[in-house]
Every structure is written in structure tokens, then in C-alpha cells.
């Protein structure tokens, strides 16, 4: 299991974080995170319910992830395994993920697919979403699979989705010409984008695209 204790940087103030595997204890403060991380215009139905983390944590407690700052429950990161063939890249997040059940989780599967990652509002920008997406890439390393995969929201191209096409949308932002809240973060993460999908997940903001973003493993390249 995973637990890390260390400091992170609020200005010039050191703040104790702990990164460690969520439980049923933390239950009802990570559907607060997700009530607080999605609003509308986002479905509601879609925030976590209790028996899709004790899936979580049953079915692969590895993937489950959370951020603790102070003491106080500040972020989670949540994956499951699947085989993933790059040739097959059309998928929603409801069927990679079975609806956020994650029943279909595969573990002998190559690839640890990101069901969710939110980071509470206030605790934004202090570097603990990139430090949970890191913690995810050591559970990649340690279970020997091939790359981190994940569908990046675009919550910013519903601004310009009236005269921009999503992958001309994507190239604005990998090229520094525009910022994404989801996909820069992304790439700030080290994740590169290897495609896009439509209707991927109901999300207004995004007009229902995302980015297929990816980490490969360095220890294990195909
Ligand atoms: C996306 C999210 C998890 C980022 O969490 P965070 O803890 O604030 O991110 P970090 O502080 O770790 O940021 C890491 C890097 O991304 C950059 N970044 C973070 N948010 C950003 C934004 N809105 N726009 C541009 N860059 C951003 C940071 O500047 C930082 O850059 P650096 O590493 O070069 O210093 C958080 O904004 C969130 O929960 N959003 C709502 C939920 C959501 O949409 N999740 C994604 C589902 S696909």
C-alpha cells in the first residue's frame, strides 16, 4: 500500500502532506471534494456514491489515492487496470470505467486507467494534484504496466468551440497559444495527448470531448 509523508509549499510557508490510499473512513468527505470539484453546469449524478468507492477500494485499493493537508482531506486520485489497445482508441468513460464502478477492472490488464482526480478548490495550485498524479506513476512502476491513461477534460473549449474544432483546440493549448484548466494541468503533469474522443462523458464545458492523455511507463517502453 502507499503512504507518503512529506512537505509541500504554500508560498514560502511549509505545509505537512500526506499522500496515502483512501478507506470507508474517508467516504463522506470524498463525495464533499467531488461536490465542490464538479458544480453544474455538471451532473450531479455523476459525484461519487459510497458503493462506487467501496469498489474502489475493494476491487483495487492500489489506485485509490488521496492527499491529506493539515490533517484535512484535500484531493483524490482514483484508477483502475485495463487492457488497452492503442490501435482501439474510441471509448466514453462510462464503459472504461463501468460508470465509475470500476466492476471491470482487470488485473493482469497493462494499462492503470484515471477514473477521476480532483483537488478541492481552496487547495488548488500548492502542486497536490501533480503530486498525486506522480504517486499514481509509481504504482505504474511498481506493478511493472506499460503507461497511465486517462480522458482529459476541456472544460475550456466551450469558449471557442463555435469556430475552433476540438484537435485545433488541442494544438492551441500544447503549443502554449491557450490555456485549459484539465489539459494544461495534463501536460504539466508529464501526460501527452494521443488523441481525441467524442462523447466521451456528459460535460457541457467540454462540449463532451476529451484529450486521451498518456504516461508511459520509462522502465518498461513498447
Ligand atoms: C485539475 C486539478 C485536479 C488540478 O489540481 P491542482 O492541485 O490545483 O494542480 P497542481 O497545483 O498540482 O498543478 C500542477 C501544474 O499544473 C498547473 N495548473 C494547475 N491548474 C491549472 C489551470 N487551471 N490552468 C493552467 N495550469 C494549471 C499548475 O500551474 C502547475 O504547474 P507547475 O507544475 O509547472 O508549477 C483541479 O483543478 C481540479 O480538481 N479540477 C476540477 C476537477 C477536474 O476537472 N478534474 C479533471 C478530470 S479529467
Not at 482501439?88 to 494499462?111: F, L
Request: aromatic fraction near 10%.
Amino acid at each position: 500500500m502507499y503512504r507518503s509523508e512529506f512537505y509541500v509549499f504554500d508560498q514560502d510557508k511549509p505545509v505537512p502532506v500526506i499522500i496515502r490510499n483512501y478507506t470507508e473512513a474517508d467516504f463522506d468527505q470524498l463525495i464533499q471534494i467531488q461536490s465542490e470539484c464538479f458544480p453544474p453546469p455538471f451532473p450531479s449524478d455523476l459525484w461519487w456514491n459510497k458503493e462506487q468507492l467501496s469498489n474502489h477500494v475493494g476491487r483495487f485499493p492500489e489506485g485509490a489515492i488521496c492527499i491529506e493537508v493539515n490533517g484535512v482531506l484535500a484531493g483524490s486520485l482514483t484508477g483502475l487496470c485495463v487492457e488497452f489497445d492503442p490501435n482501439h482508441m474510441e471509448h466514453t468513460w462510462e464503459e472504461i470505467t463501468d460508470r465509475g464502478y470500476i466492476t471491470n477492472h482487470n488485473p493482469s490488464g497493462d494499462t492503470l486507467y484515471i477514473v477521476d482526480i480532483s483537488v478541492r478548490p481552496k487547495y488548488r495550485k500548492l502542486g497536490l494534484g501533480k503530486l498525486m498524479m506522480h504517486a499514481m506513476y509509481h504504482v505504474v512502476i511498481q506493478n511493472k504496466l506499460v503507461r497511465l491513461l486517462g480522458g482529459g477534460r476541456m472544460p475550456g473549449y466551450h469558449r471557442v468551440a463555435a469556430t475552433m474544432k476540438p484537435d485545433e483546440y488541442l494544438k492551441e493549448v500544447i503549443t502554449g497559444q491557450l490555456k485549459d484548466p484539465v489539459i494544461s494541468f495534463l501536460l504539466r503533469c508529464g501526460r501527452v495527448p494521443i488523441g481525441i474522443v467524442e462523447n466521451y462523458l456528459d460535460d457541457e464545458e467540454s462540449c463532451n470531448y476529451a484529450a486521451l492523455m498518456e504516461w508511459k511507463n520509462p522502465f518498461n517502453p513498447i
